[in-house]
């Protein structure tokens, strides 16, 4: 990765201060870097050491970036990575800003790499994304959403790039379209198992740890699947207390919701759904060429589920 981190450092230079400063703060606050290691996984695991396979991995990190600066100043976000946000830090101008200036510095690159193919994946992955933030927003305090709706939105906004950045790999390294497939599939497999259980985190984890405050997603009105599992188990009473809390934003209650998420089972049946999800992932993997690469990629999906940030 350190080379991706060049990468994406020179491509960080703007003539405007202040756009390189808001750039330079949320890239240096660290991150898993999982989309562009699952580029550089997909196409090692095929045989394949592009040249362009590190510009590509700093795109996908852009376009990660980017929704990030978005989605802060959408959800009023004051934390991330144990940090503040850049909104909190420069405000929501120059973090919508610099988003976009993200977002165009991606587009920039992609067309450097001059592959008609792996840009029509990017763009589109990208269009899927921000398609997937409205309908969060639509559901925003919506208790009624179903685990079928919740699925829709996490496999647009978050599964959606991980799908697309292991079938870039993919098409950088030629490969067949069994073997093409397997990596869309596996990263879109990993991606909706790692929002499950980020979902599953905001209830269980520690902020210290997570980077985040705990009940962020109450707070912003998501109803995800710990949620949505609690109140389809769940007492009249505890089904109607967790709706408030949904339709209020009203974190007062976050213990109780807590309590109640914990007792019905709902924990264990959204970690059921993640390792269905690690286990799709697992079985794609499994079907790629026996290498270094491809352990590292089976690694990604066994590991997942003991994440606690």
Known sequence: MREVDRVIAKKLASDVPLVAEVSQ???SAGGKRLRPAL????????????LERHNLAAVV?????????????VDESIMRRGN????????????????????????????EAGDMQIMRVLANATNIIAEGEVLQLMNMRNADLDE?????????????????????????????QADENACADYGQAL???FQVIDDVLDYTGHADVMGKNLGDDLR??????????AMQRGTPAQCALIRLAIES?????????????????????????AAQEAGRAIAAARSLPVNPYSACLLQLATGLLERDH
């Open 84 to 111: 503040p946000t850049a909104n909190e830090a420069f405000g929501n101008p120059a973090s919508v800003l610099v988003g976009d200036f993200l977002y165009s510095r991606a587009f920039q690159m992609m067309v």
């Open 61 to 73: 990190e852009f376009i990660h970036t980017a929704t990030l600066l978005h989605d802060d100043v």
């Open 191 to 193: 991606g909706t198992a």
């Open 39 to 50: 580029l550089l996984l997909s196409c090692g695991a095929l045989g394949c050491q592009s």
């Open 220 to 229: 912003e009105g998501k109803t995800t699947l710990p949620l949505i599992s």
């Open 25 to 27: 703060y949320i890239i």
């Open 249 to 273: 934003g009203d974190l007062s209650k976050l213990d109780q919701v807590i309590g109640i998420v914990k007792s019905t089972g709902a924990l264990e049946v959204s970690r059921d759904a």
């Open 148 to 176: 079928a709706s919740y699925l829709q939105v996490i496999r647009s906004k978050t599964a959606k790039l991980f799908e697309a950045s292991a079938r870039v790999g993919a098409l950088l390294a030629g490969a067949s």
